[in-house]
């Protein structure tokens, strides 16, 4: 059974820095890695998406890096700004017919002004 | 319409009751998921729908509940004799076929 772990689970950082957020799964054989943004009393909102053969992918200040072989995915956040504090999910999609998510609990970012 | 609408956007009943969450689609997404979001914890997969075929029900936690979708469409997630436990953030999302997935905003289900 897939299991996804992100660390940490809160980080307070202040403006301007930059920052990595990471993401670790058991099993490798994935379909595809994304990384969600949800804000309080929101729904997830789409950050970046990597399928199993790509390393990473890259979106405004947002990179994101894949290396399946060792179970490991990072978000990095560049000149982070108050407007980013919200929770990062990270999810893995096992392809095939069971088309499901299986989601970590998130980092919880706060960005100080 | 141009995301997914769920719908009530929040709920409050007594425990015992049913409840019924609707969720529409993104037009044209053939597939359809429900996930659950307890306070402090990660999502959920509850039920998975994917164009006529049978649905993936494999996340649902008991027979108290159920979910049906009419065609590549609305569908809805019932929960009979609600409990306390079951108050969440029940989260519906939808994907063409093939990767990414654009979510909705929930619906949170408190139950007193």
């Known amino acids: 059974k897939q299991e996804v772990t992100q660390i940490p689970a809160a980080l307070s950082v202040p403006e301007g820095e930059n920052l990595v957020l990471n993401c670790s799964f058991t099993?490798?054989?994935?379909?595809?890695l994304q990384w969600f943004r949800q804000d309080p009393g929101k729904g997830l909102t789409s950050l970046l998406l990597i399928q199993s053969s790509q390393r990473e992918q890259t979106s405004g200040r947002l990179n994101a890096s894949l290396d399946k072989s060792s179970g490991r995915s990072t978000l990095y956040i560049a000149a982070s700004q108050p407007g980013d504090s919200a929770t990062y999910l990270c999810?893995?999609?096992?392809?095939?017919?069971?088309?499901?998510?299986?989601f970590g609990s998130g980092t919880q970012l706060t960005v100080l002004p | 319409g141009a995301g997914v609408s769920q719908s009530p956007s929040n709920k409050v009943t007594e425990k015992g009751k049913d409840v019924e969450l609707r969720c529409d689609p993104i037009s044209g997404h053939t597939a359809l998921y429900w996930y659950r979001q307890r306070l402090g914890q990660g999502l959920e997969f509850l039920i998975y729908f994917q164009g006529n075929s049978a649905p993936d029900k494999s996340g649902l936690p008991s027979d108290r509940f159920s979910a049906e979708r009419t065609g590549e469409s609305v569908s809805t997630l019932t929960i009979q004799r609600t409990q306390q436990e079951d108050s969440a953030v029940y989260l519906c999302?939808?994907?063409?076929?093939?990767?990414?997935?654009?979510f909705g905003s929930g619906t949170r289900l408190t139950v007193v």
């Open positions: 999302a939808s994907s063409l076929a093939g990767p990414g997935y654009t």
């Open positions: 999810a893995v999609d096992a392809g095939g017919s069971a088309r499901q998510l299986t």
């Open positions: 099993d490798s054989a994935i379909y595809n």
